[in-house]
């Protein structure tokens, strides 16, 4: 059999007053049209082929190459968009299935089940529908026993047929060349003047082939149209990746409020308290905790790390690192096992080296940190000088004193120590003090002297 995919994804998706073609938009961390050509995926099918038209060039960067593109326009209807996208198919396809690009919901094992029956039917056509408690809106599916006669439009269905609850989701497996043949005889005499896909179904049963229906969970067949419906995929798509996660062996606290992205992986044995997003192509390793309130895109928690109350951008969090609360680990931030980045403290482009400290309201940029080196409170590394950006080197066992500016370039040898308050501006020997301080001065009876003035000046 040479199966082609043919992903609808033309339509501008008006309600969702947005200047992003609707099909872009996005879902626990993939496009709407991703989640359909991942659901799709598994087919193996021969050929994919998207169209499109509502900004085309956007859609296009973001196919992969394996899907071809071709783009209609004006867009007069699924019929048209079909006939569009047969174009794009080479002449040996011989079985068709139209896959709406909104319905981020579809799953693999409904796909190849829609694919499935018709095979095994010997089907002109197949319809995948739903059961609906409001269908207002959708085309009804008209049934003789297992035959889906025909199907009508929402605004074109008469009394009888808007009290059909079962409902057309736009998916459908099609004998290639029986399909091009109905195509070429659709009309536009209808409601909205369009080419209906719908219109097929009729056809095709006219011509005396079998058209079968196949029912799934209605849930799969929710499509996006507005940001409502946006939101509402999103907490499904969320679940089953929760829902994955946990059967895998990933515990949550309360896996309603866990946002995790597509792309991401956890393994079995980390726990993720609420509040927590996990984005882009973050990892977390076995027995790691995060959250609660946390917030990673890009980055990778090794096992045993704990991580709470944070941001990290593109950081590395080393084997039982710990994290938070509330630090910020922006791109390059590198901490390495049982190295710690503690309150009110920033890392970025830094090595925190095996066993290192910053455990409190410090800044750490463009920095290596040698191993078991700790790094006193509000520490700055000076890394800026208004034109240019400089790096400063902390080896081992090394001891930052509480308040140090280390103003970059600049290097602090092994087992050395900087004073409290100091400003370090040279380099810094292996196992010295470096201390730069102005002496403290006393000023005796300061405090009579301060009132004795006041008074005279009737204060
Ligand atoms: C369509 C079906 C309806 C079904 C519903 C399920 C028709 C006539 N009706 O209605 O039976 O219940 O889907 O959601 O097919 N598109 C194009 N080019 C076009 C027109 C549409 O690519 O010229 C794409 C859209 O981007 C969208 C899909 O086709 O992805 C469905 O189009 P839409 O206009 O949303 O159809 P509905 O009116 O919802
Ligand atoms: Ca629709």
């Known amino acids: ?6 992903v609808l994804a033309a339509g501008k998706g008006t309600r969702m007053k947005s ?6 938009h996005r879902a626990a961390g993939r496009s709407l049209l991703a989640w359909v050509l991942a659901a799709a995926e598994p087919l193996d099918a021969d050929e994919t082929v998207a169209v499109i038209g509502h900004g085309a060039d956007a859609v296009i960067e973001a196919l992969p190459s394996t899907t071809v593109s071709v783009v209609q326009e004006p867009q007069l209807g699924t019929g048209d968009a079909v006939r569009v996208g047969l174009n794009g198919c080479g002449d040996a396809v011989n079985t068709i299935l139209v896959v709406p690009g909104d319905m981020p919901l579809l799953e693999a094992d409904t796909l190849a089940s829609v694919v499935e029956t018709h095979r095994t039917q010997r089907a002109a056509a197949t319809v995948l529908t739903v059961k609906m408690d409001d269908p207002t809106g959708y085309g009804r599916i008209e049934r003789r026993g297992d035959q889906v006669i025909g199907i009508v439009e929402h605004r074109d269905a008469d009394a009888r047929q808007r009290g059909i609850d079962e409902v057309n989701t736009s998916v459908y497996a099609f004998d290639a060349e029986l399909l091009t043949d109905a195509l070429d005889r659709l009309g536009r005499d209808n409601s909205q003047g369009e080419y209906y896909l719908t219109d097929v179904i009729a056809i095709l049963n006219a011509d005396g082939h079998r058209v079968v229906g196949v029912v799934t969970d209605t849930v799969e067949g929710t499509g996006v149209n507005s940001h409502a419906q946006l939101a509402g995929v999103s907490e499904v798509l969320r679940q089953r990746i929760n829902d994955r996660l946990m059967a895998d062996g990933v515990a949550m606290i309360d896996p309603s409020r866990v946002y995790i992205d597509a792309g991401v992986a956890v393994d079995p044995g980390a726990t993720i308290y609420p509040d927590v997003y996990l984005e882009g192509d973050t990892t977390v390793g076995a027995g790691a905790a995060v959250g609660p ?19 990290l951008d593109g950081a590395v969090v080393g084997p039982k690192a710990t994290v938070g609360p509330f630090t910020y680990l922006r791109p390059g931030a590198d901490l390495r096992e049982g190295s710690k980045a503690g309150a009110f403290v920033e890392i970025k482009n830094s090595q925190v080296g095996v066993g290192s400290k910053v455990p409190h309201l410090s800044y750490i940029g463009d920095t290596t940190i040698g191993e078991a080196s700790n790094i006193g409170a509000a520490t700055v590394t000076v890394n800026y000088d208004g034109f240019e950006k400089h790096k400063t080197k902390i080896g081992d066992r090394v001891k930052i004193g509480s308040d140090t500016m280390l103003v970059a370039p600049v290097t602090i040898g092994d087992d050395a120590y900087t004073g409290a308050g100091s400003v370090i501006t040279h380099d810094v020997s ?16 300061y405090a009579e002297t301060r009132k004795r003035r006041a008074s005279r000046d009737g204060k």
């Open 293 to 311: 309130n946390v917030h990673a895109r890009g980055t990778s928690i090794a096992p045993g790390a704990t991580v709470r109350f944070s941001v």
């Open 1 to 6: 059999m040479n199966l082609a995919v043919i």
């Open 430 to 445: 292996p196992g010295a003090l470096a201390i730069e301080r102005s002496p403290q001065r006393e000023i005796p009876g």
């Open 19 to 24: 200047e992003l073609p609707k099909v872009l």
